[in-house]
């Protein structure tokens, strides 16, 4: 929970406001920069649940199993929105809370599907 929540977002929307403001800023322009910052944000920020999966099925594990562990934590419900809109709010950019509820709500489906 520490590291998803606490570290994980936070360092990655540093290192991509590093690489894509800094460092890449000769290569690229800034509209783009900050949807390559939006993209890792979202990224950096999103529950590891899909890579249970993919460790499951390179150690040969029972990726339903897995996965039915992960149905079970609420905290992406509760989590996920307020530190997107933080780290976004900080870097300057804008995405409204409806597209990430929307988001949030696609992917509780998605991966409780089996359970409905």
Known sequence: MVVNWLIKPFTMAFF??????????????????????????????????AMVFVWSYLSGGDPNYAGA???E??????????IV???????GIVIPWGVLVTSVLVFVLIRCWPVI
């Open 73 to 82: 934590r609420p905290d992406p419900l509760v989590l996920f929105i307020p």
């Open 16 to 49: 991509a406001w590093l690489f894509f403001s800094k460092l890449y800023a000769a290569w690229i322009t800034p509209e783009l920069a900050n949807a390559y910052i939006a993209g890792a944000i979202l990224l950096g920020a999103a529950p590891c649940t």
């Open 85 to 91: 809109q933080l780290l976004l709010g900080i870097t």
């Open 69 to 71: 562990s992960e149905r």
